[in-house]
C-alpha cells in the first residue's frame, strides 16, 4: 500500500512537472512573438503596405498580446516605464516592451530552477534575480545616457556661443552646431527640440519637453536658464557661455574628486589581492629555505 510521503512526493513531482510545461510554453510563444513579427509590421507600416480604405487590419499575436498587456496597465504606470526607457536612451522601446521582457525573464529563470533542480522556495529567488538584473541593466543605460550628455554638452555651448557671436540667431546657430557635432543623445534631444519649434510650439514648450526626456542635471539646469532668458528678454549668448563655464567647472571639481578617491578604491584590490600573493610567495620561499636546511 502505497505511504502518505510517496503520494506527497508524486503529487509534488506532478505539480513541478505541470510549473515546467507551463513556463516553457510561456516561453516559446513569447520567443516566437518576438522573432520578427514586430519588425515585419513595422517596414508593412513604412512602405504603406498596411489596409486602406477603412478596411480593418488583422493583427498580428504580437500586437494582440501587446494591447493586452497595455489595458492591464495604469496611465500612471505606463507613463512611468515609458519615462523610464526615455531616460535610458530607448527611445524605440514601447512601454508593453519593458513589460514582456521582465515576463520572459522571469519565466526563463523559473525553468532554469526547475531545471536545475533547486528547492521550491529558489524559484522565487531566482525569479526576482531576473527581475533586479533588468532593472540593473536599465539603470546602467541611464546612467551611461546622461554621462554622454554630460561629455558632450560644454562643447556643444561653445559652438553656440560661437554662433550665437558671430550675429546668427538661435536656430540657424543650433543648425550649424548640429551640422558638426557627433551623433549622440545630445544632438538627438537637440533636433528633437528643433523639430517642435518647426512644427509650431514655443521655445518653452519645447524646451520644458527637452528637460523632461534627460535626467542631467546640467542639461536641465540650461533649459531652465534658456527659459528664463526667453521670458525676461535678456542676452541668451551671455547665459549660454556663463553656463559653459559653469559646466566646465563641475567637470574640473568631479575629476578632483574621483582622483582622490582613487586610492581608497585600490586599497581593497591591494589588501584582498595583491598582498596576500606577495605573501604567499615570500612565505614558500622561507618555507623551502628552512626545508633544505633541516
Not at 166 to 183: C, H, I, R, T
Not at 218 to 230: D, G, K, P, Y
Not at 236 to 262: F, K, N, P, V
Request: proline fraction near 3%; aromatic fraction near 8%.
Amino acid at each position: 500500500m502505497m505511504d502518505m510521503a510517496d503520494v506527497v512526493d508524486a503529487g509534488a513531482d506532478s505539480a513541478m512537472l505541470l510549473l515546467l510545461v507551463v513556463m516553457i510554453g510561456w516561453s516559446v510563444l513569447l520567443i516566437w512573438l518576438f522573432s520578427g513579427v514586430r519588425s515585419k509590421s513595422r517596414a508593412d507600416n513604412r512602405n504603406g503596405s498596411g489596409p486602406v480604405g477603412g478596411t480593418a487590419a488583422v493583427q498580428s499575436p504580437m500586437e494582440w498580446v501587446r494591447s493586452f498587456t497595455l489595458r492591464q496597465m495604469s496611465w500612471s504606470m505606463r507613463i512611468a516605464i515609458e519615462r523610464k526607457l526615455m531616460h535610458a536612451g530607448l527611445i524605440r522601446w514601447q512601454v508593453t516592451d519593458l513589460v514582456l521582457l521582465h515576463v520572459g525573464c522571469v519565466l526563463c529563470a523559473g525553468i532554469l530552477g526547475v531545471l536545475c533542480e533547486v528547492s521550491t522556495w529558489m524559484i522565487p529567488v531566482c525569479m526576482l534575480i531576473a527581475v533586479f538584473l533588468i532593472e540593473s541593466w536599465v539603470g546602467q543605460r541611464q546612467r551611461a545616457y546622461s554621462s554622454r550628455i554630460a561629455m558632450h554638452l560644454p562643447g556643444f555651448l561653445d559652438m553656440l556661443c560661437l554662433c550665437l557671436s558671430a550675429g546668427m540667431s538661435f536656430n540657424a546657430g543650433l543648425l550649424v552646431v548640429l551640422k558638426y557635432m557627433p551623433d549622440g543623445p545630445l544632438r538627438m534631444l537637440w533636433r528633437d527640440w528643433l523639430f517642435d519649434v518647426r512644427a509650431g510650439s514655443t521655445r518653452v514648450e519645447a524646451l520644458t519637453r527637452l528637460m523632461n526626456k534627460s535626467t542631467q542635471g546640467s542639461l536641465q539646469r540650461l533649459c531652465i536658464a534658456m527659459i528664463q532668458a526667453e521670458r525676461t528678454g535678456s542676452a541668451l549668448a551671455a547665459s549660454l557661455h556663463s553656463q559653459s563655464g559653469q559646466l566646465r567647472q563641475d567637470h574640473l571639481l568631479a575629476a578632483e574628486r574621483r582622483a582622490a578617491q582613487a586610492p581608497m578604491r585600490m586599497l581593497l584590490p591591494l589588501v584582498m589581492c595583491f598582498f596576500p600573493s606577495t605573501f604567499l610567495v615570500l612565505a614558500f620561499s622561507i618555507w623551502v629555505g628552512v626545508a633544505d636546511a633541516f
